[in-house]
């Protein structure tokens, strides 16, 4: 059989690639010039060089790159003498480790994708077998039990010769150090280290050297990568997310153009010229900006096809993964402001994000063919429309390479081969085109939005993030203030040094739910310290707010989970049988002061109205009566007004990681009665309450707190740390991170809706099989009950499940392995909704209960949609989610504003199956089914997009879930699934 040949396009179309090279602005410490994090270095020597020298290779192939200011000036930075955390640990002599630089190793010199850079070198890939794959505080104190003196120096090597570029890997002595596999010496490991340095001071001159051949043009970016419409006004985000719940104003529109000013400064003083074109920020743009870009000479800027749709409001229509008016996409627009313009390219958001993320589990030739084919297709499209046309594709151009095969080689040099051969594909730089053809097609206004989802969600709406706002817009304020009273003296434009890098996009961007580094607290630290300077540049001290981490800290693993609710009697005996359901903690002497362990174990749990803790001491608490023992429990709820950093008789250098809201004490004194406290202004507390229930026997104490003391109400987060000081300092602790529980209740109001399904139909279509992988325990994605409830103000939903809701992957909301769809039709109109369910999930609704509504919820996501008038879903916002591990529930409420108030008129599909944190394209995160099971894909379907990937759904009465989600057998056809009415 003859594979049919797509006909060549009659006319060629251009293409514009730009390669956005970005990282954000590490904290350095000023006095030691030494940057927490490596990344910059890293990716230097891995992709920044090598991106543009590939091209030498193609001289026919023209491209951009787009070379952000603070990588810029970390380079500059590094090659001048400073240098990275990881750096100084690496240099320094294996038989010189402290024991914290071998626990800093080992915790981090595995950071480095498992399967592209470190399992494809056997010595790499053993020595994190040695270390093991999970890390906790006891793994890695077992690790430095077994690592030896070679072992460390080996990973200092191969932390840093696994992140060269495999060009330099392919040379002497890279080449023969990698067959070498162990045993190295200091000698070889500087060889590597001095090489990177080598590779830094190049990446600078060789982009400059081939703008100035003409093969690829430079762009940047504002200065500190912010998200400019957000600096000029965080309200603007209310444009694309009316329902977003939204920090305190920030308006510094000087702030926005200093960032753009800096930007072409530190060009001009690089490349020797202006720059023409800008990449704002994560494609951040508004109609606002448009006059501070075309007054800093930008002549293109460029954004997202989402933002282009809410700009004209016209749609893109796609079938498949082709355009069907790819006119309307491919070529520049202008926009105008006050007189001033400024073309705007928007990209191709699929094709993109197929090289971003997609085409890094293809084979590389096959990937690129893959990618030329669509730009031929849309240039077949185009043959009778009136040009010229220009393709626009832009992503990060370091981040995806290390997901692919041997860096992307293979991918990269099929693709710019072919490139320079087709003579119907042509490659240009953004400036270049604009300068032939310039840009015929006006907006009228701009769209305040972003590459991603056309809104500005992933930096500001969430809890997290707005606090990290908020945090900001006061040290904004104390900056101004000071200069109103002092001027712009040195103290003052170095404190605006730290404002601007602190308002970077990349600390937003791992602030809340929905996205993550896997390593959010130390940019969280970054982003806390970098304002601290400001107080400290103004002469003034930090506020305690700042102490507080944004990002909690995490919990520590129980030494037993919490099973179920239970009462004790509070008589100071904590015997087993009353606790049984309990939850507990061994202190591992992780004391405040060295030889201080005063706990030895804390157990903990609840009832529906107390949270009930029980205290084993190391020592009798009979002998401590009368004398000045303070044994304190530090809570965070999430309605306090005030939380402060530190415990009574703690300082500075021992904050406990969370905001501290609640203190219940017990002084010994007098142990009589507990003191309830409530955080107050400057670190104080203030008395709420005397007398909460308390009693101790021997080395035991019990205590009880009722949730209404502290203002928790049903389903509230709840952390909270025990604390024990003597003499008025703090000497122990426990847990070493605080303890969170979710206080119990049932949702309030009128019960619309209450149905069972039946338990162990957890099989989909009759066939499904888990995965193999051991989180995936059984009766986790198997749907017990699922209730509406209307509570007035809105509408709650909540569904049960059978097996247990966990979070093995460190999701900022406690759940990882399920995902929750609930597909709401509230008009019952045939026809008036959208019949397709998420991308992913391979399945339809009935024509006559097509939703108008869907929220979606897993550990990343937790969205509402509406259906746009094309008939795809349309993100509305966040929806308020509540997980209850003991309770196996999801609840998620959403506002009657929202989603309207007759929840008894409508229809409702829910769908249970696995979250995907590494989904296929055009896939919304779902874990695909093939026909075996393998450790990350459920088993039992056809190996087709066929298969719904779907595992559990609730369906009308005397209907069968079998019969429906296996329907694809006989007709097919997608499977097309009812709703469930209120009868």
């Known amino acids: 059989m003859v594979t049919p040949v797509a006909p060549t396009p009659k006319k060629p179309i251009y293409l514009a690639i730009i390669w956005h090279q970005h990282q954000p602005m590490y904290n350095r410490d000023p006095k030691t010039r030494i940057y927490a994090k490596p990344w910059v270095r890293m990716h230097a020597v891995k992709d920044y060089y090598d991106m543009a020298s590939i091209l030498l290779h193609y001289p026919e192939v023209h491209a951009t790159f787009n070379l952000v200011p603070s990588l810029i000036f970390q380079l500059d ?27 800093y190793i080992l915790r981090r010199f595995f950071d480095a994708n498992w399967n592209n850079l470190i399992g494809v070198h056997p010595r790499y890939d053993a020595l994190l077998d040695k270390r093991g794959r999970t890390v906790t505080d006891a793994s890695i104190a077992a690790a430095l039990e077994r690592f030896t003196e070679q072992d460390f120096r080996d990973l200092q090597m191969w932390f840093n010769l696994a992140w060269l570029d495999p060009d330099f890997k392919a040379q002497e002595p890279f080449k023969s150090l990698i067959a070498k596999d162990h045993g190295f010496s200091e000698e070889e490991k500087i060889l590597v280290l001095n090489k990177h340095r080598e590779i830094m001071k190049q990446v600078i001159p060789l982009h400059r ?10 762009t940047t970016t504002p200065f500190y990568h912010p998200i400019l419409p957000l600096l000029f006004d965080t309200d603007l985000a209310q444009m694309a997310m009316p329902h977003a719940s939204l920090p305190s104003r920030f308006s510094y529109p000087q702030d926005a153009q200093a960032q753009v000013d800096l930007g072409v400064q530190s060009y001009r003083e690089h490349f020797g010229r202006p720059p023409k074109g800008m990449w704002p920020a994560e494609g951040s743009v508004a109609q606002n900006m448009v006059g501070m870009v075309a007054d800093a000479g930008i002549q293109w800027m460029a954004s997202d096809e989402g933002v282009l749709e809410k700009s004209t409001g016209q749609s893109l229509v796609r079938k498949g993964n082709d355009l069907h008016n790819p006119e309307l996409l491919y070529r520049p627009y202008l926009v105008q402001e006050n007189g001033k313009e400024v073309a705007v390219l928007f990209r191709d958001h699929l094709l993109s994000d197929k090289i971003g993320f997609a085409y890094s589990g293809m084979n590389g030739a096959e990937a690129a063919a893959d990618l030329i084919g669509h730009i031929h297709s849309a240039a077949r499209r185009l043959e009778t429309k009136e040009g010229p046309f220009l393709i626009t594709l832009i992503l990060d151009g370091e981040n995806a390479w290390e997901h692919y095969r041997n860096d992307g080689k293979d991918f990269l040099h099929t693709l710019y081969s072919r490139l320079s051969e087709d003579p119907w594909v042509i490659t240009i730089t953004p400036t270049e085109f604009l300068g032939r053809f310039g840009a015929q097609e006006t907006i009228e206004k701009l769209w305040a939005g972003s590459w991603i989802s056309a809104d500005f969600h992933t930096w500001i709406g969430e809890d997290e993030e707005n606090l ?40 937003f ?49 129980p030494g ?82 005030i939380n402060n950093a530190f415990t009574r008789y703690g300082n500075k250098e021992k904050p406990l990681g969370y905001g501290l809201s609640w203190e219940l004490g017990i002084d010994f004194r007098d142990p009589s009665v507990t003191h309830l406290g409530q955080a107050g202004r400057e670190d104080s507390w203030m008395l709420a309450k005397r007398g909460s229930a308390v009693a101790f026997s021997g080395n035991s104490l019990e205590l009880s707190l009722a949730f209404q003391d502290i203002a928790a109400k049903a389903y509230d987060p709840l952390r909270f740390t025990l604390a024990v000081a003597k003499n008025r300092q703090d000497l122990d602790y426990a847990p070493a991170g605080p ?45 017990m009950k699922f209730t509406v409830m209307d509570d007035g103000e809105a509408v709650v939903f909540t569904a049960r499940i059978a097996g247990p809701v966990e979070n093995p992957w460190g999701s900022p909301i406690d759940l990882s392995v399920q995902t929750l769809d609930i597909y709401i039709d509230t008009d019952h109109k045939p026809g008036s909704g959208a019949t397709q369910l998420l991308p992913g999930r391979n399945a339809q609704i009935t024509p006559e209960d097509a939703w108008e509504y869907c929220i979606w919820v897993e550990g990343w996501q937790q969205e509402i949609h509406a259906v746009s008038p094309d008939g795809l879903p349309n993100r509305l916002g966040e929806v308020k989610t509540q997980i209850v591990p003991q309770e196996h529930t999801i609840t998620v409420t959403v506002p009657k504003k929202i989603i309207g108030d007759q929840p008894q008129d409508w229809g409702y599909l829910v769908v249970l199956t696995s979250q995907e944190g590494f989904p296929s394209a055009g896939n919304w995160r779902v874990r695909e089914v093939l026909s075996e099971a393998q450790e990350y894909r459920l088993g039992g379907g056809r190996d087709d997009n066929l298969d719904p990937n779907i595992i559990d759904i609730l369906v009308p009465e005397g209907q069968s879930q079998e019969e429906i989600l296996g329907a694809y057998e006989t007709t097919g056809k997608q499977v097309v699934i009812p709703m469930v009415r209120v009868e």
């Open 77 to 103: 930075d590094l090659i001048s003498g400073a240098t990275d955390r990881y750096l100084d640990v690496s240099e320094r002599p294996a038989d010189q480790l402290t024991h914290e630089d071998k626990e």
């Open 209 to 218: 050297k081939m703008q100035d051949s003409g093969q690829i043009e430079v």
């Open 468 to 507: 990290a706002w908020n945090l900001l817009l006061e040290a904004r304020k104390a900056v101004e203030s000071y200069r109103q009273v002092k001027g712009e003296d040195e103290g003052y434009q170095k404190a605006m040094e730290n404002i601007y890098a602190a308002e970077g996009s990349d600390w």
């Open 509 to 557: 961007w791992w602030y809340g739910d929905d996205q993550t580094s896997l390593d959010d607290p130390s940019f969280d630290a970054i982003f806390r310290h970098t304002l601290m300077r400001v107080y400290e540049n103004l002469s003034q001290e930090a506020p305690p707010a700042l102490y507080i981490p944004v990002i909690p800290k995490e919990t520590s693993p």
């Open 560 to 641: 037993r989970e919490l099973s179920g609710q239970f009462t004790p009697w509070i008589d100071g005996k904590i015997e087993e049988a009353e606790w049984a359901n309990g939850g507990y903690y061994d202190d591992p002497d992780l004391s405040a002061e060295p030889g201080a362990d005063v706990i030895r174990r804390l157990h903990y749990g609840y009832d529906e109205n107390n949270l009930y803790l029980g205290i084993e001491f190391n020592e009798d608490l009979e002998t401590q009566v009368g004398r000045d023992l303070w044994v304190a429990l530090y809570i965070s709820t999430p309605q306090a007004p």
């Open 739 to 783: 303890v969170k529980i979710t206080v119990p209740g049932t949702a309030r109001g009128q019960a619309v809706l209450a149905l069972t399904d039946p338990i162990g139909d957890d099989h989909g279509p009759g066939s499904y099989i888990y995965p193999t992988n051991p989180v995936f325990k059984p009766g986790v994605f198997d749907l």
